[in-house]
């Protein structure tokens, strides 16, 4: 059981490339979602999905997609970087509801330079 | 969504216990209070959750006013490795689950 594992771990881009942060994970979790951190701040949440083709914007989805084709992998895919996009990016995942329990797994983070 | 509001940050010695307060006043009936913790930049980290009753396990305590608008987390005695970012969230099951800023607790030698 590895949880939720996150690649790559650092990523440096140039402006307007593109590229894609992969993310699974292996307990069965309906809900899966990414957040950014940057420096000193708290997490932001982009996007987050409760399943299979079912995906919804969080509070900074701009420059970001994503999609769900499997339970497993929800990938974060960013266009055309730009600089303000530099940050650390957290996957995170659930199992569906409000019961008791049901607690947010994250992964380890992907560290993300744009110059 | 039930909001949070949480003081930015809060010292605590060393052995002493460490009581983290956390805001949530339009909180529904049911609602969980989740609370976790960020060490240095690792992922945020699972604490302790409950819904009325205050509630104990082998790393905090979560206390819960009786009208549930506020609760505190307690770390009875404080380490250095608690120095840590600690978020509290409501679940209101919306999925949107809103971390915002946290607590930055430094415990002190």
């Known amino acids: 059981n590895a949880g939720v594992t996150q690649t ?7 402006t307007g490339q593109s590229m894609t942060l992969q ?11 990414w957040y950014r951190q940057d420096p000193g701040m708290g997490l932001r949440l982009i996007h987050y999905s409760v ?8 509070e900074v989805p701009n420059g970001y997609n994503v ?21 650390v990016y957290f996957c995170a995942s659930k199992l569906l509801g409000q019961g008791s329990g049901n607690t947010i797994y994250f992964g380890e983070g992907s560290w993300l330079t744009v110059v | 969504d039930a909001k949070t509001t949480q ?8 052995g002493r216990a460490a009581n983290l307060p956390c805001n949530h ?6 609602e969980y209070v989740y609370w976790y913790r960020q060490i240095h930049s690792q ?8 819904l009325k009753n205050n509630e104990t396990n082998e790393m905090a305590s979560l206390i819960i006013t009786e009208d549930r608008k506020s609760s505190t987390l307690i770390l009875p005695h404080a380490t250095l490795r608690d120095t840590a970012v600690y978020y509290c969230i409501v679940d209101s099951g919306t999925y949107k689950y809103i971390f915002g800023t946290g607590t930055r607790l430094k415990v002190l030698a």
């Open chain 1, 8 to 14: 790559p771990k650092f990523q440096v881009l140039k």
């Open chain 1, 23 to 33: 993310c699974a994970q292996d307990m069965n979790h309906e809900y899966m979602s």
């Open chain 1, 51 to 58: 399943g299979a083709g079912i995906t919804d914007q969080g």
């Open chain 1, 67 to 87: 999609s769900r084709s499997t339970t497993e992998d929800f990938p974060l895919r960013l266009l055309s970087a730009a600089p303000s996009q530099t940050s």
């Open chain 2, 7 to 14: 003081p930015t940050s809060m010292d605590c010695a060393e």
């Open chain 2, 25 to 30: 006043s339009t909180i529904s009936g049911n």
């Open chain 2, 43 to 50: 992922g945020p980290q699972y604490i302790i959750h409950g």
